[in-house]
């Protein structure tokens, strides 16, 4: 075990980050691993485009492994949504790459039976982002939405309104490196939706802190990213903070390069904290 320097800029909570280290590296461009069948296949045409998606239901349990079909079952039958937006790496059409990086953690049995929910992880098409941004101006947030964000903000709308068994105060949304950087996009265009946040190694601008400061949010980031460099993650974190908002937390793992996304998911405390968030009022 190793201890993580952990930054805790709001409230008294220490958000734990302890975790037996992974190796570093970038995002995975391929896996052994099958995709679980009990992952729904499914494509949504928006607009813009189709968007691929994934889908797991607490309903719909016929194609779960014993493993996992033996959750806990809600008292109001009502159960979290969790959104899962993958980084640059998955891209495409396959409706399988969204799933390599850390998005298994979510039906482990062990969690699963503990939290069930409602899981969708959509795949940005090649050569689209979750958000527009302009890294030489370091500018992260434009008004007008990306043709994948557009899309999504779509579907989500579309599984809210086809499953009024999703509980709307336990939506939860997390994305690494670009989808870390989307996650913040769409806080921000849709700041009602979402509980909690967890961006991983991603970034935002400043000004948008207002606008999503009373979403909780537990930021991730590696000190020595050089791919997306960490004073991204650090500015939106200060702004919040400055902002008054009442639950951030921030973890800088120092050293790390870019792949803090395999450390963040796989420590058990994290998804435990995110699972423990409610919607607070604007």
Sequence with gaps: MRNRTMLLFTGLLLFGCTHKRQMPGHENTGSDAATPEFLQAKTFQADSLALPYRWISPLETR????ALKNFKRSADGKYPLVVFLHGSGERGDDNQAQLRNGAGAFWTPGFYV???????????PKDFRWSNR???????????????????MQLIEDVLRQNPAIDRDRVYITGLSMGGMGTFDLL????????????????????IAPEIKHIAIWVFHGSADDVVPVKYSRRIVMALRQAGAPAIGYCEYPGWGHN???????????????????????
Excluded at 134 to 152: G, H, N, R, V, Y
Aim: hydrophobic residues 45%; contains cysteine; proline residues 10%.
């Design 188 to 207: 921000v265009r849709q700041p009602g939706w979402f509980a909690a946040a967890i961006p991983v190694c991603g970034g935002a601008d400043a000004s």
């Design 114 to 124: 503990r939290h069930p929910h409602f899981f969708l992880a959509p795949q940005c």
């Design 260 to 282: 803090t996304w395999d450390d963040t998911y796989a420590n058990p405390l994290v998804l435990e904290w995110l699972f423990r968030q409610k919607k607070r009022a604007l």
């Design 63 to 66: 194609n779960m492994p014993a």
């Design 134 to 152: 302009d890294f030489e101006k370091e500018i992260f947030f434009f008004e007008e939405p990306s043709a994948p964000m557009q899309a999504l």
